[in-house]
DNA sequence: AAGTTTATTGACTCGTCAATCAACAAAAAA
DNA sequence: TTTTTTGTTGATTGACGAGTCAATAAACTT
């Protein structure tokens, strides 16, 4: 049986199903049996290729966060000035493939995991940064030395809604979530073109 | 040593002892023993008093949140006409007794609890609704039908600054959270107020 | 063909922890 | 003063789960 070269499809899959079932739970009381069996293999083969439950915590924070920043570049390509490229970061933030419940229960139980782990902070440091970095390159043109709070605000305002979701029931709405972040947007900018 | 009349001390001494444990070590994952001795007793009494793990957790989430509840309600007090009121509402929700390392890390987990315990998710439930038809009755009459996409709008930001402040690093600033959420709140007045 | 590397698992160890229990002590009630 | 109620804990049980290991097997190397 044996083929050779499984170890990046067999952690690929341990860090989807790692995700899968922090979301389905909702909480990192996965035990490493589950997500092995998830993924279809013994727990003694996810420890093999990873060593450990942390560090395939650490693999799965970082699959979700690279998707993100993926979906963030890519939206950016195709938008041309400061206004169009504010829109298409919320999109990005909101698109299907980021919010969703299993994702959204992560990324939650991911600030948990930056509480005790540092790699977990640092990652999450630095989504956080990039995000306002991309927010104020936007924001300058438009607001001048108002884009800082306002990046900050809409960083805090996007954790807010991705926070809630986990209470809410039924499927995720990113459109009505654009719009909100979109309304704060307007009104800051309105107020500011004067 | 027994004296009697010692119940409600020890609960009382237990929630207490749950919420800093919980803020401390920044999960969940606290045994009834830690919780136990730093409210000086024996993990057996904690079971005895409480029935259960679960239960203690329940408590103190209820706890903080009655807690919340009433600085709120405390400031309302005091305040006359719509604008006064919101600030207050703000002012209460990052208030030094609330804004807290330890308090701010148990919100956190009390929202992935929420994923998993009913009972939780009630609670949490509660206090979004409660925040909500505060908001919603000072900003109806400044601005109409805008008032319930402002009201959770400010909802979810005020979440997200409590989000975001568990990476942060030093003593919570609640007077620079009030003045972001009042800089979002004054934007969106002027918007409206043409 | 012999040896090495990679893949894979069942069984096991070892620690931890929630929950229970038996036992003891003091106050209150009878 | 016996009995009951309330307070309290050390010791124990029983379950569960992370991580290890020995063993097996297929594929590559020499």
Known sequence: MPKLGMEPIRKAALVKATIVEIGRTGSLDVTVSQIAKRAGMSSALAHHYFGGKEAMFLA?????????????????????GPEARLVAILRASFSPTNFRREVVGAWLNFYVLAQTVPEARRLLAIYQRRLRSNLLICLRPLVGREADALADGLGAMIDGVYLREVLKAGPPDGAA???MLLAYLDAELKGNRQ
């Open 60 to 80: 799965a924070m970082r699959h979700v966060l690279s998707l993100y920043g993926a979906e963030v570049r890519g939206a950016l390509l195709s938008a041309e």
């Open 177 to 179: 979530a654009v719009s």
